[in-house]
Structures are given as structure tokens and as C-alpha cells.
């Protein structure tokens, strides 16, 4: 499985943005997830989704961020809105794996920044 992130960008405090990781390979059936990893700390998870649409959220982006995919167009979207400088990374594609654990995910795209500027 091979996955490109697109989508991030810079943006202010209280803003929206979008990213998208097209995925391509053997995609049936798998979950699907965004990481994120800002400079300095660990990376970890933002958001996951099952091949049904069941999703999962960890506590810092509920309300906010809203997970998504595409079956179809074998696309998974991570809809960020009221960013604030926090959330300032570089945001993950993932695929393969079931937990908050990294290691737990088999197959990664190569990232894309986000910066939130306050």
C-alpha cells in the first residue's frame, strides 16, 4: 500500500483546512488513520477509521477535526477546523493498523505540514 498526503499548508488561528492521502495497493478492508508529529515530540494519533466508516478521535480534536473516506476513490480526508497554533505538525497518512500505537500501523505516507499561526 502506497500513500500520498496532500492538503496542508499554512492557515491562522481559527481557520480551516483539508488534507487528503490517496492510497493505492491493496486497500480493501483496512483501517485507515492521521498522525500527527509537531517538532520535539512524539508523533501520535489524531484520528482513525474502519473500512465500515466506524471512526475514532482522540480527545484534543473532537468537536473539531472530522475524519472521512472515499472507499470509491480509495481517498481518506481529514477535515480541520478551529486550528490553533497547537496544532502545528507534520500530519501522517496510515494504514494497516488497529491502535494509538505507532508500530502498530503497517504502511505510511510521507507527511505534510500544517502551521497554524496565531
Known amino acids: 500500500v502506497q500513500l500520498v498526503e496532500s492538503g496542508g499548508g499554512l492557515v491562522q488561528a481559527g481557520g480551516s483546512l483539508r488534507l487528503s492521502c490517496l492510497a493505492s495497493?491493496?486497500?480493501?478492508?483496512?483501517?485507515m488513520g492521521w498522525f500527527r508529529q509537531a517538532p520535539g515530540k512524539e508523533r501520535e494519533l489524531v484520528a482513525s477509521?474502519?473500512?465500515?466508516?466506524?471512526?475514532i478521535y482522540t480527545d484534543f480534536v473532537k468537536g473539531r477535526f472530522a475524519i472521512s473516506r472515499d472507499n470509491a476513490k480509495n481517498t481518506l480526508y481529514l477535515q480541520m477546523n478551529s486550528l490553533q497554533p497547537e496544532d502545528t505538525a507534520v500530519y501522517f497518512c496510515?494504514?494497516?493498523?488497529?491502535?494509538?500505537?505507532?508500530?502498530?500501523?503497517?504502511?505510511w505516507g510521507q507527511g505534510t505540514q500544517v502551521t497554524v499561526s496565531s
Open positions: 495497493g491493496r486497500t480493501f478492508n483496512i483501517n
Open positions: 496510515a494504514a494497516g493498523g488497529t491502535r494509538a500505537v505507532v508500530t502498530a500501523w503497517a504502511y
Open positions: 477509521i474502519s473500512w465500515s466508516g466506524r471512526t
